[in-house]
């Protein structure tokens, strides 16, 4: 039997339902597959944001495992927290049907965030733009977001940020379906509960919620008062009564949902953030820029502006100006409010992604309208799987391709697991039970959370003291002199660039491995990627006042003004 492509095709573009929904499952099918090479290819321990979510899924599953109740209230007194079990609570289910292997715990994200956040952004911007798009839209859209390295780096890293581009989604359809010229209650209510949402997932999406909000203010009053030949007249003051109460709505309601289901949120923005993070901020305005070219790209950041261009003055694209004015208002504001308080990281750039799925997807329907839409096509086609390549599949570092099509992020292979697994036998061997070790490094090389999660899935390694890792945010870790062992990398090991704003890592380091630290005996090394040794020390006693004194002398001249600094005292 043989099959007639051309009757084929003929057969599903009658049945468009059926050929969308078609390409919709290829586009599932290729995302789930992509993330499995990737986390196959990957040998890595995880660690810090990379295993936090994936520590409180297994934890949180577990608590569901002794009651429902028990998991319940866990999920409720997180909510007290930065770091709450919201986001995770929709994956726990699935690690307990499909097992708690990072593979899966990693495929539940995209799954579950990535991929209908890609769907619902692409339908909305169908439903609203280009309501005669054809198939060839739909699997340019699909494929050129899906292999946009900015969405999908955090997710593969194991960061389930990507809950807030759901709800983001979410409010943009919302958006969509109301009239902002009317006071319109229900939305506005809606509106204000997401916006309550998105920031309690995730606290530093409240950038996205007032830049929306502030933006979103700005265009519908520009939009009155050129609807009334920019007269502030009565006639515009009655017509600025519905917005005005719509905005008030959407704000109360995120206030009232805040203030009393949600308080330590609004308790947190009374915190200096700006002061606890300045060690994460390494320049001004001009480096924040850089770091933003060499994260996206200089080529998709071109592609981004060269849509945004389309949206503003192509005459075929009148309706889109006003949402790209939104979006690319919306986003500066953003960025210049983050930069504020510290560097952005790979998750925070989701602040922005918005504005880039936008323009690509203009950009893609301009192709589609085009008369060379094949060559442009192509072209399009040609960068989007470099961008993914370069970003995921890699090896190198050339900081020209980095520079060119975005951040690298290609999968981990460490040399070293064997021996990290050797060295926490070793020192399981010889302490007691009830014994504590402190370690002192701070870098993707050797850390705590490193160690402490060496065995994931399978296990947590107890007993490891919380390291503070930055000066100002942690304070001093008194811990450390009650800690039976100490482990310290050699040469010392730390993230921040010449370890600024990190002495509880460089000052106890040192004081350490040159022996002015009394009282530790030196009981083994172990040699770990990047020519790194981690000497393993065990205390014999309590340490000498005056090594205390010297201390608290060194932390008090360097910060005078922050006591949790200095109020450094032997337990």
């Known amino acids: 039997m043989t099959i007639n492509l051309d009757q084929l095709s003929n057969r599903l573009s009658k049945h468009k339902t059926l050929l969308l929904f078609i390409m919709v499952a290829v586009f599932v099918v290729l995302a789930n597959l992509l993330v499995m090479h990737y986390i196959n290819t990957e040998k890595n321990v995880y660690y810090w944001d990379n295993s936090a979510y994936w520590t409180s899924a297994i934890a949180l599953l577990h608590s569901f495992e002794t009651s429902i109740r028990s998991g319940l209230a866990i999920t409720i007194q997180s909510l ?45 911007f169908q439903n609203l733009f280009y309501k005669k798009a054809s198939g060839k839209f739909l699997a340019m859209a699909l494929f050129a977001i899906l292999l946009f390295p900015s969405l999908l780096l955090p997710a593969l890293t194991g960061q389930v940020d990507a809950v807030g581009l759901l709800v983001i989604a979410v409010i943009l359809l919302v958006f969509s379906k109301m009239d902002f010229t009317k006071y319109s209650p229900i939305f506005s209510v809606a509106l204000g509960t997401l916006m309550c949402l998105l920031v309690v997932l995730r606290r530093w999406y409240s950038y996205w919620a007032i830049g929306a909000v502030v933006v979103l203010t700005l265009v519908v009053i520009y939009r009155l008062v050129k609807s009334s030949g920019f007269k502030l007249d009565k006639t515009f003051l009655k017509m600025f009564v519905g917005p005005f109460l719509n905005m008030i709505t959407i704000g109360l309601t995120s206030l ?22 300045s060690a994460y901020k390494d320049g001004g305005l001009l480096s924040q820029v850089v770091r933003f070219g060499y994260y996206f790209g200089i080529v998709p950041i071109i592609i981004m502006l060269f849509g945004l261009a389309i949206a503003f003055f192509d005459k075929r694209f009148k309706k889109r100006r006003i949402i790209a004015a939104f979006f690319a208002m919306q986003t500066v504001l953003v960025f210049l409010l983050f930069i504020i308080t510290q560097n952005f990281s790979a998750h925070h750039y989701y602040l922005l992604l918005p504005l880039f799925i936008y323009s690509y997807l203009v950009v893609i329907t301009y192709i589609l309208q085009s008369n060379k839409r094949v060559i442009l096509g192509a072209i399009l086609s040609v960068i989007i799987v470099l961008s993914f390549v370069n970003a995921f599949v890699s090896t190198s570092r050339e900081s020209t391709a980095h520079l060119l099509l975005g951040e690298q992020n290609s999968p981990v292979v460490r040399k070293d697991i064997s021996t990290l697994k050797d060295l926490v036998a070793y020192v399981e061997a010889v302490k007691q039970p009830s014994d504590t070790t402190y370690i002192i490094s701070s870098s993707d090389t050797f850390n705590d959370s490193l160690l402490r999660d060496v065995d994931l899935p399978n296990r947590f390694i107890d007993n490891i003291l919380t390291v503070s890792h930055v000066d100002k945010r942690d304070g001093f870790p008194n811990g450390f002199f009650g800690a039976n062992y100490v482990l310290v990398a050699n040469p010392v090991q730390y993230h921040l660039t010449g370890g600024q704003g990190q002495m509880v890592i460089t000052v106890l380091a040192d004081a350490v491995l040159s022996g002015s630290c009394a009282n530790l005996t030196k009981l083994k090394e172990f040699s770990i990627d990047n020519g790194v040794k981690v000497e393993v020390f065990k205390r014999t006693g309590k340490y000498d006042e005056a090594f205390v004194s010297t201390l608290r002398s060194i932390f008090k001249k360097e910060y005078g003004n922050y006591p949790n600094l200095y109020d450094i005292n032997q337990q």
């Open 256 to 277: 009232a949902l805040m203030y009393f289901l949600f308080n330590h949120l609004l308790a947190a923005y009374t915190i200096n953030y700006s002061d606890l993070y």
């Open 80 to 124: 007290q927290t930065d770091y709450n079990y919201l986001p995770i609570l929709p994956i726990v289910p699935i690690l307990k049907a499909f097992g708690i292997s990072r593979l899966t715990f990693v495929l539940a994200i995209v799954n579950l965030y990535v991929i209908p956040t890609t769907i619902i952004a692409v339908w909305l």
